[in-house]
């Protein structure tokens, strides 16, 4: 069966296709139309459609849209309240129940699809096949955790046999992913946004608040919880909200560690009734708030589950690929595991080159790639590293990234300034798979970047680039049979420098989705202080840039950053 999934009703529109239980391909809108997140997450939006996305993935199996079994769109409207029954504050909710009624006509029309295919998945169970469905373990328990779906913000329950017991869901108003946009809002910044930056901030931060959030945000001991006051109205301790750009106070990061702290109590609360219930090995996770490494780590360490696996794009954007799992399961297909991120469009050696060539740049190809990088990074330079397939969900896992040497504590800030990032805001390494335990404490394997680890004393030192306030790193490992040259690039620095680890972070400017084309990658390279830029087989060093402006100044064209 062929099955596209799409996710367009909140935020982080999105398309997924799965043929015969397989995933095929998944990308998010935002990588399409350079708009961060795709779209604002207000009621207004509801109606536009990944429709780039979903083109993409068609073409990427080589459908047409006539050739397409089911459209599984994760909303239904059907389970949607008032939302002054719900205790919410939205006046224009009601437009979201109108576009998503209207989505049949909305997705004929745009995409050629004819209505009699579509599906409504309610949204937390494609939250919920997204992990439960694409788990490499198999049948198990499963936990969504995040702000909204149709009237309700949680669902546990587990698989078996590819089907899924539903045993507790919690109603809004109550909802731990309001309450954590809501203090992300209350500290400056966009909420379903930029809910990471305030767990960043609690690092740095004494949870000196957490009895009184408590009393309003706490678990109810049947697998549910309660947020009350929290959604929009709680006085955060009185504390004076951070007007944009303004500064930060200490009160602000302990006001974030407070409410990352009550998060990560509920969230063990949940997890320890869920297990109760159901007696399994393995949590799969998928909602907004299993993007949440922090949480994620302490319910692995502290938690009843053996094992714990969270969906990569845990987000909105993965209920496109959980619907169309879901509805694919619903037609007797079985369903595949998810074995890699790297699911959306590719930058083959032959667009690279054409991307390069169309610039007025000249194309190099090394004899040897790995080593010309490796020695650039040794040496203290930035690299923008652009190879296959884009990753689907919000972390860089070695596609589409920026490198650079975890030995120089100065390349925090240096990194920071490359990519205009707060400056209290942490990089990531990225550590060879049979080193990793050698290097740090945690989950591991940690393939996507979930789960954040300590960092052994004796490595502190060594890294100080990867290593944040509280001594600890958000892991991503690196296998040689599924990262055969991003391995290598490794091996060869580690050859240079002794390190196995590499500085990962996300290869995009702020409030820019992170790089997907050749282009994309090329209009960055002109804008960004990066030493090199390797597209594919290809390298560009920093100098290739002064020709091409001298050059076109003197023929009377126009160039805007490094590009004719």
């Known amino acids: 069966m062929r099955v596209l999934g799409i996710n367009a009703v909140f935020h982080d529109p999105a398309a997924a296709l799965v043929v015969d239980g397989t995933v095929v391909a998944a990308a998010e809108e935002e990588r399409f139309s350079r708009r961060k997140h795709g779209k604002r997450p207000v009621p207004f939006?509801?109606?536009?459609?990944?429709?780039?996305?979903?083109?993409?993935?068609?073409?990427?199996?080589?459908?047409?849209?006539?050739?397409?079994?089911?459209?599984?769109?994760?909303?239904?409207v059907s389970l949607t309240r008032d939302v002054r029954e719900l205790g919410l504050h939205d006046p224009w909710d009601h437009l979201r129940r109108v576009h998503a009624a209207a989505a049949p006509g909305f997705v004929a029309e745009a995409l050629g699809i004819?209505?009699?295919?579509?599906?409504?998945?309610?949204?937390?169970?494609?939250?919920?096949?997204?992990?439960?469905?694409?788990?490499?373990?198999g049948d198990g328990s499963v936990?969504?955790?995040?702000?909204?779906?149709?009237?309700?913000?949680?669902?546990?329950?587990?698989?078996?046999?590819?089907?899924?017991?539903?045993?507790?869901?919690?109603?809004?108003?109550?909802?731990?992913?309001?309450?954590?946009?809501d203090l992300t809002e209350h500290l400056g910044f966009h909420r379903s946004s930029d809910e990471y930056k305030v767990m960043a901030m609690a690092s740095s931060g004494t949870p000196r608040y957490a009895d009184e959030i408590r009393r309003a945000v706490h678990a109810t001991g049947d697998g549910g919880f309660r947020t009350v006051g929290t959604a929009g109205a709680v006085d955060w301790q009185g504390l004076v909200p951070r007007a944009r750009p303004g500064a930060w106070r200490q009160a602000h990061h302990d006001l974030a560690a407070s409410a990352q702290l009550v998060l990560e109590e509920v969230i063990l609360d949940l997890a320890r009734w869920l297990h109760g219930r159901t007696g399994d090995d393995t949590l799969a996770m998928a909602g907004g708030v299993a993007l949440n490494c922090v949480a994620n780590s302490r319910?692995?360490?502290?938690?009843?589950f053996r094992r714990i696996w969270v969906q990569p794009a845990a987000g909105d954007a993965g209920t496109a690929l959980g619907?169309?799992?879901?509805?694919?399961?619903?037609?007797?297909?079985?369903?595949?595991?998810?074995?890699?991120?790297?699911?959306?469009?590719?930058?083959?050696?032959?667009?690279a080159a054409a991307a390069v060539t169309g610039a007025g740049l000249p194309l190099r190809r090394p004899d040897d790639l790995v080593g010309t990088v490796a020695a650039v990074l040794a040496a203290d330079g930035i690299v923008g590293w652009v190879q296959g397939a884009a990753e689907?969900?919000?972390?860089?896992?070695?596609?589409?990234?920026?490198?650079?040497?975890?030995?120089?504590?100065?390349n925090v800030d240096r990194l920071n300034a490359v990519k205009g990032r707060e400056s209290f805001r942490p990089v990531a390494p990225m550590i060879r798979a049979g080193r990793a335990a050698d290097v740090v404490t945690g989950p591991l394997p940690s393939p996507y970047m979930l789960f954040v680890h300590d960092v052994r004393p004796e490595w502190r030192d060594r890294i100080p680039a990867v290593v944040h306030v509280d001594g600890t790193a958000r892991v991503q490992t690196v296998d040689p049979v599924e990262e055969p040259l991003v391995d290598r690039l490794l091996e060869r620095f580690e050859a240079l420098t002794g390190l196995p680890v590499l500085v990962n972070t996300s290869l995009n400017t702020a409030g820019r989705p992170m790089v997907d084309?050749?282009?994309?990658?090329?209009e960055l390279f002109g804008s960004a202080p990066v030493d090199l830029l390797v597209l594919g087989p290809y390298v560009l060093p920093r100098d290739v840039l002064r020709p091409v402006a001298a050059g076109s100044a003197a023929t009377g064209r126009r160039t805007s950053r490094g590009r004719t």
């Open 323 to 351: 619907a169309a799992l879901h509805v694919a399961a619903l037609a007797g297909d079985g369903c595949k595991a998810m074995t890699t991120a790297a699911l959306g469009r590719e930058v083959t050696p032959e667009a």
């Open 299 to 304: 319910l692995a360490a502290e938690g009843p």
């Open 517 to 522: 084309t050749a282009r994309d990658a090329l």
């Open 392 to 410: 689907f969900g919000p972390r860089a896992l070695g596609h589409r990234s920026l490198l650079a040497h975890p030995g120089r504590a100065a």
């Open 45 to 76: 939006a509801a109606w536009e459609l990944p429709e780039a996305a979903a083109r993409w993935c068609l073409d990427r199996a080589g459908l047409r849209p006539g050739d397409v079994d089911a459209v599984a769109y994760s909303f239904d």
């Open 114 to 137: 004819e209505a009699g295919r579509f599906r409504r998945v309610p949204h937390h169970v494609a939250h919920a096949a997204s992990a439960g469905l694409a788990s490499p373990y």
């Open 143 to 181: 936990l969504t955790l995040d702000g909204r779906g149709e009237a309700t913000s949680h669902l546990a329950g587990r698989y078996a046999a590819g089907e899924l017991e539903i045993l507790a869901q919690q109603s809004l108003p109550h909802s731990l992913g309001l309450f954590y946009e």
